[in-house]
């Protein structure tokens, strides 16, 4: 059974950093993108950041320059450095995982993903 389980959520003041890990099990099929999300209460979720199976990276403008996403390929984990964060990131961060190159065309769209973890809170205050 695939699990994805993040960890990493705090409390921050503006302009801290934090730095949010999934662990991934149970596969035994390729993932070709894996990414990190995000939902704020009443709006959508959102793509933040993605790492293609190859390394390629794409990030949502809202954090270009401030957050970095990695994998650890050995240990199927990919991470999500946050610096500078702002209120406004204040949300729940998924992890997710997608078996299909669907994810490399609109790779920051929740509806490319296969699995989900169950989130992590991020809290920003000002």
């Known amino acids: 059974q695939v699990q994805l389980v993040e960890s990493g959520g705090g409390s921050v003041q503006a302009g801290g950093s934090l730095r949010l890990s999934c662990a991934a099990s149970?596969?035994?099929?390729?993932?070709?993108?894996m990414g990190w999300f995000r939902q704020a209460p009443e709006k959508e979720r959102e793509g933040v950041a993605v790492?293609?199976?190859?390394?390629?990276?794409v990030y949502a403008d809202s954090v270009k320059g401030r957050f970095t996403i990695s994998q650890h390929n050995a240990k199927n984990t990919p991470y999500l450095q946050m610096n500078s964060l702002k209120p406004e990131d204040t949300a729940m961060y998924y992890c997710?995982?997608?078996?299909?190159?669907?994810?490399?065309?609109?790779?920051?769209?929740?509806?490319?993903?296969?699995?989900w973890g169950q989130g992590t809170q991020v809290t920003v205050s000002s």
């Open positions: 790492v293609y199976s190859y390394g390629r990276t």
């Open positions: 997710a995982a997608a078996i299909s190159y669907d994810c490399y065309s609109g790779s920051l769209l929740p509806s490319r993903y296969n699995y």
């Open positions: 149970g596969y035994t099929f390729s993932r070709y993108c």
